[in-house]
Nanobody, 120 residues
Framework: QVQLVESGGGLVQPGESLRLSCAAS????????MGWYRQAPGLQRELVAR???????NYADAVKGRFTITRVNAKNTTYLQMNSLKPEDTAVYFC??????????????WGQGTQVTVSS
């Protein structure tokens, strides 16, 4: 079993910044990839950013140049630094972690989600 704890969401004005964090704990052998997805009301969940164990990174076009994903392997933690936030970034942000447990079975877990609201 793997637990994910997300934090860092909130209400900010356009142009401001937020940092999200997601810490994984539990029966973890290795984490292959950590990522952030978001879901706005009435829309499908979409990829925001993803980083794998080799630190290769993918970003959604909408956030390139504004968001930065990082990962601290020793802490099984990923961060999403969000700068120059726009109202269209408003969504619930979900952490996703993919890897293998101590039993060597693959896992794919989602965090509970954290609300990010960008509004003046």
């Amino acid at each position: 079993q793997v637990q994910l704890v997300e934090s860092g969401g909130g209400l900010v004005q356009p142009g401001e910044s937020l940092r999200l964090s997601c810490a994984a704990s539990g029966s973890i052998f290795t984490i292959n990839a950590m990522g952030w997805y978001r879901q706005a009301p009435g829309l499908q969940r979409e990829l925001v950013a993803r980083i794998n164990s080799g630190h290769a990174i993918n970003y959604a076009d909408a956030v390139k140049g504004r968001f930065t994903i990082t990962r601290v392997n020793a802490k099984n933690t990923t961060y999403l630094q969000m700068n120059s936030l726009k109202p269209e970034d408003t969504a619930v942000y979900f952490c996703n972690v993919v890897g293998y447990g101590l039993d060597l079975r693959p896992f794919d877990y989602w965090g509970q989600g954290t609300q990010v609201t960008v509004s003046s």
